[in-house]
């Protein structure tokens, strides 16, 4: 246990190397233990060593063939390796994976996401609100998701949600109002990142805007903060 945690902190802190020395003490000690050997094999990955990381996540597979950690990362390997043809198999497979825990559900509906099979993605999220425990991340990917999907009223409620939760952050509100337009006329993204930020184009804008009204001096800031929907947060 005392191994495991030690490896664990060392892959948050990015020291792979010692991490990986970590879980394969650990994997000596018992090589039974899936997380322990589901870490190592990223850390392997991070490290360089796909082919290390490859047979370590199979290994896992042999023992829990639906071990959705195991299986997302199987098919980040193939995707490294440009092996186009295993990349489209394990992707078909995922597919069928069925989460059982709210970190299931975020890995599996992030994996499905990014390779743009958003509508499945937000099945995953959907129904793990209606199953498990979650927090403010799987209601933002699920308004993500939707959104990718064509579901714009389904992100504008998740986002509109997400803005009661987090009222005083603007990231939320940007992507509810996308949604509003996108429900009225023809989207102006046709597809949002999975990564929790403003797209850095409207980060850009949002600069040059307060930019342009500090330069006008105190009285307009302190009427465009009052007045202008730009600058509030509701």
């Known amino acids: 246990e005392k191994l495991a945690e030690e490896g664990r902190e060392a892959m948050d802190q990015g020291d792979y190397s010692r991490a990986a020395e970590r879980f394969s003490r650990c994997l000596e000690q018992d090589d ?28 896992v597979r042999a023992v829990e063939p639906q071990n959705i950690f195991a299986n997302c990362n199987l098919l980040l390997y193939y995707q490294t390796l440009r092996d186009v043809e295993r990349s489209i198999e394990q992707l078909e497979e995922i597919e069928k994976l069925v989460p059982q825990n709210e970190q299931d559900a975020l890995r599996l509906g992030l994996a499905l996401g990014e390779n743009h099979r958003d509508a499945a993605a937000y099945e995953v999220f959907r129904s793990a ?25 389904r992100a504008f409620r998740h986002f509109g949600e997400l803005s009661k939760w987090e009222w005083e952050n603007s990231i939320s509100l940007y992507y509810r109002n996308l949604a509003q337009e996108a429900m009225k006329e023809e989207p102006q993204v046709l597809w949002l990142a999975y990564q929790y930020q403003v797209p850095l184009t409207e980060a850009a804008r949002r600069v ?9 001096g105190p009285r307009a800031t302190r009427r465009a903060f009052l007045e202008d929907a730009e600058f509030r947060s509701d």
């Open 129 to 153: 609100m209606n199953q498990f425990e979650w927090d403010e991340r799987m209601l933002y990917f699920a308004g993500i998701a939707a959104y990718n999907s064509g579901q714009y009223g």
């Open 208 to 216: 040059s805007v307060i930019n342009g009204v500090l330069r006008q």
């Open 32 to 59: 039974s233990l899936v997380y322990a050997r589901n870490n190592l094999s990223i850390c392997q990955y991070a490290l360089g060593d796909v082919e290390g990381a490859l047979r370590d996540v199979e290994q």
